[in-house]
């Protein structure tokens, strides 16, 4: 069924948005209850910052793409299979659109792995607090380059399926 690729990348899409929200969730809590037991801790107050500045943005970025997926798929199964040419003039800008904010991801989120990293192993033994902070960058970028690696193949996949329906 030609429809297999949109209902594919939608369903993905909600998926995803599931899996960033728990891990969204999860660098705010797991942290919290981090400095709750080791307050005076300066690395988990350095780390505690750095999860919280990564993981609220990923909580509301995943909240957001699960739950606009299923009117999106339902939108585009249905304007696909009314005037398959027009879906592909529509659907083609966004996924592109996407496709390079995806791309500017995958760069930010690999600058802040190194500086992540930068900070844990230059600061582990001086300044706690920043080595923290790095702990977390890494955590949260690494997180985050995953899904969108992820995302990038799924986008190229549905980008590929719209390039080849007529124009």
Not at 21 to 48: E, T
Not at 128 to 136: D, H, P, S, T, Y
Request: charged fraction near 20%; avoid cysteine; hydrophobic fraction near 50%.
């Amino acid at each position: 069924m030609m429809q297999d690729p949109i209902v594919d990348f939608y369903t993905a899409q909600k998926t995803f948005g599931v899996i960033r929200v728990a891990v969204g969730a999860l660098s705010v809590i797991i942290p919290i209850m981090f400095v709750m037991y080791q307050l005076r801790n300066k690395f988990f107050l350095g780390m505690l910052v750095a999860l919280i500045v990564l993981g609220v943005p990923a909580l509301i970025t995943g909240k957001d793409q699960h739950e606009g997926a299923d009117k999106i798929k339902g939108e585009a199964v249905e304007f696909y299979s009314t005037d398959p040419t027009g879906f592909r003039k529509d659907e083609l800008p966004k996924i592109k659109e996407e496709s390079s904010a995806v791309n500017k991801n995958l760069i930010t989120y690999a600058f802040l792995l190194l500086a992540g990293m930068g900070l844990f192993f230059l600061q582990r033994h001086k300044r706690a607090w920043l080595a923290g902070i790095g702990l977390g960058l890494i955590i949260l970028s690494t997180a985050n380059l995953t899904f969108d690696f992820m995302a990038r193949q799924r986008t190229q996949t549905y980008l590929t399926f719209l390039e080849q329906l007529p124009e």
